[in-house]
């Protein structure tokens, strides 16, 4: 039976937003079932209304998507670049966790989700007394803009949710890439957790300029420059590019509420694509629906 799953005790981190720079500590401590991701930040004071200054990980509190992707509740407070923990959230299959940060931005770390993957095998998975609920698709939900596209596929095969993203830049260090991968909590921590963004020297001293990646570094970001990867030690997989931005598919993905059954087909993914699958996905309730595995309505029997 498959089910719902928390951490067993609280594990602690810090660092700085890729972008706002600022410095953050985060507690990621155990929540009940059905709770889902819930963001808090402890440097709001919760005065106003109860709940003030909790942010639950859901679509329906969607923010920007330029650059990362932020969350925003009823009373206008956010959260920044939160794909990567939600991501080792879903890869790992944790669905409960409260996640308090005394700042805007969730730490970047390494540029990867493989410090929060370890943090989260640190604290232990606790396994809960209520089943995880599926979302399978039913029909093919569909997104175009003029840069790429996203798909969310019927798979009645499987349980998994399948990956399929193809990435493709005029610079030939990345170049085009394609990745096939069904989402396990094996092939999340061995495959994807490890990829870190990327980004151009260029684009960084751009977006420096405009006040965004006051973070970023060579400690948290694949750069390239004139043709090839400075960092030391160059890059972790031959095709870095395209894993990282499947890491930010499953992330974004996330905040659709649970564990997707189908699968997710794209060319040249990024947060705002992914921001409009999941809204489109909101706005086609006949196209998909929630249900318990198999094995578990044989165990409630
Ligand atoms: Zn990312």
Redo the contacts with the bound molecule.
């Keep these: 039976m498959r089910l719902q799953h928390t951490i067993a005790g609280p594990v602690l981190c810090a660092g700085v937003g890729v972008h706002s720079g600022a410095h953050v500590r985060v507690a990621m401590k155990p929540a009940p079932a059905n709770h889902g991701v819930v963001f808090v930040r402890s440097d709001i004071p919760d005065t106003a209304k109860s709940g003030d200054n909790r942010i639950p990980a859901s679509g329906a509190n969607l923010g920007g998507t330029h650059l990362?992707t932020s969350l925003r509740n009823e009373a206008g407070v956010e959260v920044a670049?939160i794909?990567?923990l939600l991501?080792a959230c879903a890869g790992l299959e944790i669905d409960n966790l409260v996640v308090e940060l005394d700042g805007p931005e969730m730490p970047i770390l390494d540029?990867s989700s493989a410090p929060f993957v370890r943090l989260l095998e640190q604290a232990g998975r606790r396994a809960q007394s209520a089943p995880r609920r599926l979302v399978r698709i039913l029909e093919p939900i569909e997104v175009v803009t003029d840069y790429g596209r996203a798909a969310l596929l019927p798979d009645p095969a499987s349980d998994l949710l399948t990956l399929d993203v193809t990435i493709s830049y005029r610079d030939p260090v990345i170049g085009a890439q394609n990745l096939v991968l069904p989402l396990t909590p094996e092939t999340f921590a061995r495959d994807l957790a490890p990829a870190r963004?990327f980004g151009f020297m260029s684009d960084l001293e751009r977006m420096r300029a405009a006040g965004r990646g006051q973070g970023a570094s060579l400690d948290n970001c694949v750069v390239i420059e004139d043709g090839r990867v400075i960092n030391e030690g160059g890059l972790r997989f031959a095709d870095e590019f395209a894993r990282?931005?499947m890491?930010?598919v499953v992330?974004d993905l996330a905040l659709v509420g649970g564990p997707i059954a189908g699968r997710y087909l794209a060319e040249r993914p990024g947060?705002a694509l992914n921001a409009l699958l999941v809204r489109a996905l909101f706005e086609a309730p006949h196209a998909w629906r929630v249900e318990a595995p198999a094995e578990d309505l044989a165990a409630a029997v």
Excluded: F, I, S, Y
Aim: charged share 25%.
């Design positions: 990362a670049t794909e990567h991501a540029g963004t990282h931005k890491l930010d992330g947060h």
